[in-house]
């Protein structure tokens, strides 16, 4: 797949991370390009959280770079503002742009200082190592807990041309998003405003990264960032602009089931579908209260078709209904019928259970058009032994 096009990728080891391996990612545009964003809605937000929304409110929604760090989330500590202003200022000397088009942002240890020259003395390395081809370079510096870097592409043929869309995303721990993601970057060549930019990729991400849950909690760094440059020189009308929404939900889509898959410590990605519920909210508040179930993600871990904890679950989303209307399915066999048991071969079940993707079918008898579907992962020890021993 080929990238956007008027794109430079970089990474570099920084000595930030305690491993020497890339902790220091790139991402510039040959020209000034529209940018959106979202943020975390955490009460704890990160430096690099509060600078990337001012340089955004400062620009009107135009940027240049990207830079962002692995190790240390700069978060909670006396030097946070310092450090990330540093070092966009030091980006933005190397790149011959104002420091208000470098968009910054970290993940890592909470409550660590980050040495302020760190980034900046790695700032002439990073610079000379930029290039068209090293998108998934960035996608490996920007990664902690992760088992694999998370890449997805995407083109839109529209009526003057294709444009394209190229997004990378880590996280595997401390994924709830709540308006935003973890760290997600998505560069395209479509021509198009700031205020349409933003309402693409919020549309996106509300069928995306909002259905997506590996432990129930919001990171204080969250950032996603839409980066479109116009390098293709094609403009959209409103109709394209749908399209291109479309196929961009697709780019988060597939991020999004990828955390999921390597959530910290899971074997099994869990994909939930509500349907007839009242309405879209609905269906999504019944999906996220059964994915955020450590009882549900246990049982799945364990093969154990427990079907109840499915409904019990489901019955404190705050949503009205009769449990006398819920059917259940899990890999595709009915285990509940109007609320109670459904007849099925348990070791059957249980082998189909097994799978490293499974699936959560919860129905609502009736005409709802509500309907969602969200991803999350299994609950294991293994997440237990990586967060306990996180900081160490």
Same mark, same amino acid.
């Given at each position: $797949?080929?990238? +956007?096009?008027?794109?430079?990728?970089?990474?570099?080891?920084?000595?930030?991370?305690?491993?020497?391996?890339?902790?220091?990612?790139?991402?510039?545009?040959?020209?000034?390009?529209?940018?959106?964003?979202?943020?975390?809605?955490?009460?704890?937000?990160?430096? +690099?959280? #509060?600078?990337?929304?001012?340089?955004?409110?400062?620009?009107?929604?135009?940027?240049?770079?990207?830079?962002?760090?692995? @190790?240390?989330? &700069?978060?909670?500590?006396? &030097?946070?503002?310092?450090?990330?202003?540093?070092?966009?200022?030091?980006?933005?000397?190397?790149?011959? *742009? +104002?420091?208000?088009?470098?968009?910054?942002?970290?993940?890592?240890?909470?409550?660590?200082?980050?040495?302020?020259?760190?980034?900046?003395? %790695?700032?002439?390395?990073?610079?000379?190592?930029?290039?068209?081809? #090293?998108?998934?370079?960035?996608?490996?510096?920007?990664?902690?807990?992760?088992?694999?870097?998370?890449?997805?592409?995407?083109? %839109?043929?529209?009526?003057?041309?294709?444009?394209?869309?190229?997004?990378?995303?880590?996280?595997?721990?401390?994924?709830?998003? &709540?308006?935003?993601?973890?760290?997600?970057?998505?560069?395209?060549?479509?021509?198009?405003?700031?205020?349409?930019?933003?309402?693409?990729?919020?549309?996106?991400?509300?069928?995306?990264?909002? #259905?997506?849950?590996?432990?129930?909690?919001?990171?204080?760094?969250?950032? *996603?960032?839409?980066?479109?440059?116009?390098?293709?020189?094609?403009?959209?009308?409103?109709?394209?602009?749908?399209?291109?929404?479309?196929?961009?939900?697709?780019?988060?889509?597939?991020?999004?089931? $990828?955390? %999921?898959?390597?959530?910290?410590?899971?074997?099994?990605? *869990?994909?939930?579908?509500?349907?007839?519920?009242?309405?879209?909210?609905?269906?999504?508040?019944?999906?996220?209260?059964?994915? &955020?179930?450590?009882?549900?993600?246990?049982? *799945?871990?364990?093969?154990?078709?427990?079907?109840? #904890?499915?409904?019990?679950?489901?019955?404190?989303?705050?949503?009205?209904?009769?449990?006398?209307?819920?059917?259940?399915?899990?890999?595709?066999?009915?285990?509940?019928?109007?609320?109670? %048991?459904?007849?099925?071969?348990?070791?059957?079940?249980?082998?189909?259970?097994?799978?490293?993707?499974?699936?959560?079918?919860?129905?609502?008898?009736?005409?709802? +058009? @509500?309907?969602?579907?969200?991803?999350?992962?299994?609950?294991?020890?293994?997440?237990?032994?990586?967060?306990?021993?996180?900081?160490?």
């Amino acid at each position: $797949m080929k990238l +956007p096009s008027g794109y430079l990728y970089s990474s570099t080891y920084a000595g930030i991370r305690k491993d020497k391996r890339d902790d220091l990612g790139l991402i510039v545009s040959r020209h000034p390009a529209s940018a959106a964003a979202a943020f975390t809605t955490n009460r704890v937000q990160a430096a +690099p959280v #509060r600078v990337a929304r001012a340089h955004l409110e400062a620009t009107r929604g135009r940027a240049q770079a990207i830079l962002a760090n692995a @190790g240390n989330a &700069n978060c909670a500590t006396k &030097n946070g503002m310092r450090v990330a202003l540093a070092s966009c200022r030091a980006a933005g000397k190397a790149l011959k *742009i +104002p420091a208000a088009r470098v968009l910054p942002a970290s993940t890592g240890v909470i409550g660590v200082e980050l040495d302020e020259d760190r980034i900046p003395k %790695a700032m002439p390395k990073l610079v000379a190592g930029l290039g068209e081809n #090293r998108f998934e370079d960035v996608a490996r510096a920007i990664m902690t807990t992760d088992r694999i870097p998370k890449v997805a592409f995407a083109e %839109a043929p529209l009526r003057h041309g294709t444009v394209r869309i190229a997004g990378m995303a880590k996280g595997a721990g401390m994924i709830h998003p &709540n308006l935003a993601t973890t760290l997600c970057f998505l560069t395209s060549d479509v021509a198009m405003s700031p205020t349409a930019l933003r309402r693409s990729l919020l549309f996106a991400v509300d069928r995306s990264f909002h #259905r997506l849950s590996v432990d129930g909690d919001t990171s204080t760094n969250d950032t *996603i960032i839409l980066l479109a440059n116009g390098a293709s020189g094609v403009k959209t009308n409103e109709k394209e602009r749908l399209v291109f929404q479309e196929i961009l939900s697709w780019v988060l889509q597939d991020l999004a089931e $990828m955390i %999921a898959r390597d959530g910290e410590g899971a074997r099994k990605k *869990i994909t939930i579908h509500v349907r007839g519920a009242t309405s879209d909210e609905d269906a999504a508040r019944i999906a996220r209260s059964i994915a &955020n179930s450590p009882l549900v993600k246990t049982a *799945i871990a364990g093969s154990d078709p427990n079907w109840g #904890r499915i409904l019990s679950a489901a019955g404190v989303a705050g949503v009205p209904f009769d449990p006398r209307d819920v059917d259940i399915w899990l890999q595709g066999v009915p285990v509940c019928r109007r609320g109670v %048991a459904a007849e099925f071969c348990e070791r059957d079940l249980k082998h189909l259970l097994d799978s490293p993707d499974c699936v959560i079918r919860f129905v609502l008898r009736g005409k709802g +058009p @509500g309907r969602a579907c969200f991803w999350t992962c299994d609950l294991t020890e293994e997440y237990i032994k990586i967060n306990a021993s996180y900081r160490t």
